[in-house]
């Protein structure tokens, strides 16, 4: 994996507006922010994509998620969030390097815009029978 702009942040190399800290995450504010208090969360382990990010670094990623999500609500006095993550390209990952964006949503609209093209769900069995033996351990 190549160095990335969050690599260099965790090693201290470029500088952050640091939120939070432990020995597997770091939180901190976005550089072009959607809204005010969009943040940042990032595992330190350097995994492209969250498929690929161990279970302990997930583990240790949702433990803070949500009090950190509290604590941007209460500094910033928003009611509502969103928690995008994106893997990919196609998916909009820009840096590649996992990470949670915690984004206020604003009563002025500011905050995270979200195109949803719902489909309708057919050969759900199967597929989701397909999804769950991948679950099962080889
Ligand atoms: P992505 O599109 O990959 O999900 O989002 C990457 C995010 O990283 C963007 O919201 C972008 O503003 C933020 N970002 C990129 N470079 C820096 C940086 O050097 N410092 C901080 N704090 N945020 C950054």
Redesign the pocket.
């Known amino acids: 994996m190549t160095t990335t702009?969050f690599k260099k942040?965790i090693d201290g190399e470029?500088p952050?507006h640091r939120i939070y800290e432990d020995g597997q995450v770091l939180a901190?504010?976005?550089?072009?922010p959607l809204s005010p208090g969009h943040t940042?969360v990032i595992p330190k382990e350097p995994a492209v994509t969250l498929d690929a990010l161990s279970e302990e670094s997930g583990a240790a990623i949702g433990r803070v998620l949500p009090k950190i999500a509290a604590a941007v609500l209460k500094a910033t006095g928003a009611k509502d969030f969103n928690v995008?993550q994106?893997n990919g390209a196609a998916a909009?990952?820009?840096?590649l390097h996992v990470?949670f964006?915690i984004i206020p949503k604003l009563e002025s609209g500011d905050g995270l815009s979200v195109g949803w093209r719902p489909g309708k769900l057919t050969g759900g069995e199967e597929l989701a029978r397909k999804i769950a033996e991948q679950l099962e351990p080889a």
């Open positions: 702009i942040i470029i952050c901190f504010l976005d550089i072009n940042l995008l994106n909009h990952q820009e840096v990470h964006h």
